[in-house]
């Protein structure tokens, strides 16, 4: 391999990350047990709270600080019919973040949760797919790098969100370079949208898989041809939190395929990662299948990060669960 290239220091950190701690894990594990023993059972809320312990490195975890950070992007192919939603929609979303109206904020309000939102250029689209890459591998590289300071400053969890008009079909090109298939394969129906509206996503797809054939056998290059800002952030915020051994939430397709872009180079990189939820696309539910996760809510949520605050929830009570049965010392 070519020394000095910019995706040199993230294969490096993709080769060998961070393990769980399974020690700590074990530990909740045997907390719960006791408690099984006794007559009790509190079902997958036990595995979060195990799964928590061994990422966090904490036999008794803890959230003390979560984070929902949402990234958001514009796409050259948004320009091509490929949404219901207008090329402004993206920052109209930001805004409403931005101004405390949007959903997503209340739900940070109530779990206290920090809420931390990525404008990533939004009036610089990336390179239509159907005719060049998205990006260069400099720009990746630097947008990765980016995403990765989304924790800066501190967080015990980290929960992923994204917003990007067209950003559907982004995700669905990825997934379907990266398992196998073709647009049709990936693509879903979107709320709102006429029965032509899926057979052209579809077929965007397919002209992005052409036009890159040959090119798509390198998982980062596939995220930076057929990807955008949103994608490599995201991945970049992953490899963070796993190298400070911060547990992730995942919410939406275009999280789910920068997720499977790294499974793609390790699939041991996106152990310290749960699934918030579906929002009811099939490709999204298809590519979570492959990917082995399994969500922890059916609410069909199509909205970046509702889902994802909804999670932190769930797991903060998670957290208080084992809390009170290792405080009572259940035989």
Not at 14 to 32: G, T
Not at 48 to 57: K, P, R
Not at 79 to 88: D, Q
Not at 96 to 116: E, F, H, I, N
């Amino acid at each position: 391999m070519t020394i000095g290239l910019p995706f040199d220091d993230f294969r490096t950190l993709l080769a060998a990350p961070p393990s769980m701690d399974q020690k700590a894990a074990n530990r909740v594990s045997q907390d719960f047990r006791r408690y099984d023993e006794a007559g009790g059972s509190l079902g997958r809320l036990e595995e979060l709270a195990i799964w928590l312990a061994g990422w966090s490195e904490r036999p008794r975890p803890m959230i003390l600080r979560p984070l929902l950070a949402i990234f958001a992007g514009s796409h050259g192919v948004a320009a091509r019919n490929v949404s219901t939603l207008p090329a402004g929609a993206t920052a109209a979303m930001v805004e409403r973040c931005s101004s405390g109206a949007a959903p997503v904020c209340q739900l940070c309000s109530t779990y206290d949760l920090g809420l931390k939102v990525f404008d990533l250029a939004l009036d610089l689209p990336t390179g239509d797919i159907t005719v060049e890459p998205a990006l260069d591998e400099k720009g990746t590289a630097a947008t990765m790098a980016f995403g990765m300071e989304a924790i800066a400053g501190g967080t015990d969890l980290l929960c992923l969100g994204a917003f990007g008009v067209g950003n559907s079909t982004v995700a669905a090109a990825i997934c379907a370079a990266l398992f196998g298939g073709r647009g049709a394969d990936w693509v879903g129906s979107e709320p709102g949208a006429d029965g032509s509206m899926k057979g052209r996503k579809a077929g965007m797809v397919d002209a992005a898989l052409s036009v890159h054939s040959g090119h798509l056998a390198d998982p980062l290059e596939v995220l930076r041809r057929l990807g955008g800002r949103e994608f490599a952030a995201v991945a970049g915020a992953i490899i963070a939190a796993r190298s400070e051994h911060i547990p992730v939430v995942l919410d939406g397709y275009t999280v789910i395929a920068a997720a499977a872009v790294l499974h793609a180079v390790n699939p041991d990189m996106i152990g310290h990662c749960v699934l918030a939820g579906l929002s009811g696309d099939e490709g999204e539910a298809k590519a979570a299948a492959r990917l082995g996760l399994r969500p922890l809510f059916d609410l069909d949520i199509g909205e970046g990060g509702v889902a994802a605050a909804l999670a932190a929830g769930l797991l903060k009570s998670a957290v208080a669960c084992h809390g009170s049965i290792a405080v009572s010392g259940v035989h």
